[in-house]
């Protein structure tokens, strides 16, 4: 099974409508990491969360982290085209110079 | 300052032959990462560099290696090609070789083997 399962898969949300995305992983978690992707393009950097409780925002954007859980969500208010994409958190699950484990993403659609 | 830069941004190979990617770490970062993307997954971590030694690796086979120069540039070579290395090869550089540093991505390279 993955070490980190994104929900949903694909998401089809009405522009203007909220949305949430959980990240929940299968191993201790040191640090969490929100990025977008537009199909076959680089990874953008959203957040960096390494605190169990910890909840940042930028602009229509917020991530939480619950350590406990070992789970992470995203959620956007009021959507707008500009954030179709693909959503990856990446994780640090080894606490060494592993590199990131990544989830599969969630593909966001958003219709007019 | 510039980001992180990737080259080629699209190649093509025949299976057997072998490829070198580069990559160019945004500047005062001494650490490089590579990753393998295949269609509808998310990256994989290859391997990392920091100051030239790798000192960090995921599960790919030992055909797979790279290199980090002196300016902290780094290439990733893959020999003996095979169909299922075809994939979007992503490189991010970072401050340190934890990951509380934070990672700057590339936009990739898309290698496509036949």
């Known amino acids: 099974s993955q070490e980190l399962e994104q929900s949903p898969q694909s998401l089809i949300v009405q522009e203007g409508k909220n949305l949430t995305i959980n990240c929940t992983s299968s191993k201790t978690l040191y640090g969490l990491y929100w990025y977008k992707q537009k199909y076959g393009e680089g990874l953008i950097f959203l957040m960096m969360?390494?605190?169990?409780?910890e909840e940042k925002s930028h602009e229509k954007i917020t991530a939480k982290l619950d350590e406990k859980k070992q789970q992470s969500s995203l959620h956007i208010t009021a959507s707008q085209p500009s954030h179709a994409g693909i959503y990856l958190c990446g994780a640090d699950i080894g606490g060494g110079a592993d590199g990131l484990t990544f989830g599969k993403g969630t593909h966001l659609i958003i219709q007019p | 300052e510039t980001g992180v830069t990737q080259s080629p941004t699209h190649l093509i190979k025949t299976r057997g032959q072998q490829v070198t990617l580069r990559c160019s770490s945004q500047?005062?970062?001494?650490?490089v990462s590579w990753y393998q993307q295949a269609l509808g997954q998310g990256p994989q971590f290859i391997f990392q560099?920091?100051?030239?030694?790798?000192?960090g690796r995921g599960n790919f086979p030992p055909r797979f290696s790279g290199l980090q120069f002196p300016n902290y540039s780094s290439e990733l070579n893959v020999n003996a090609l095979e169909l299922d290395d075809s994939a979007l090869y992503l490189c991010?550089?970072?401050?340190?070789?934890?990951?509380?540093?934070?990672?700057?991505f590339g936009s990739g390279t898309r290698l496509t083997v036949v």
């Open positions: 969360l390494q605190k169990g409780g």
């Open positions: 500047s005062g970062h001494n650490t």
């Open positions: 991010a550089s970072s401050l340190g070789p934890y990951s509380d540093y934070g990672y700057t």
């Open positions: 560099y920091y100051r030239e030694e790798e000192n």
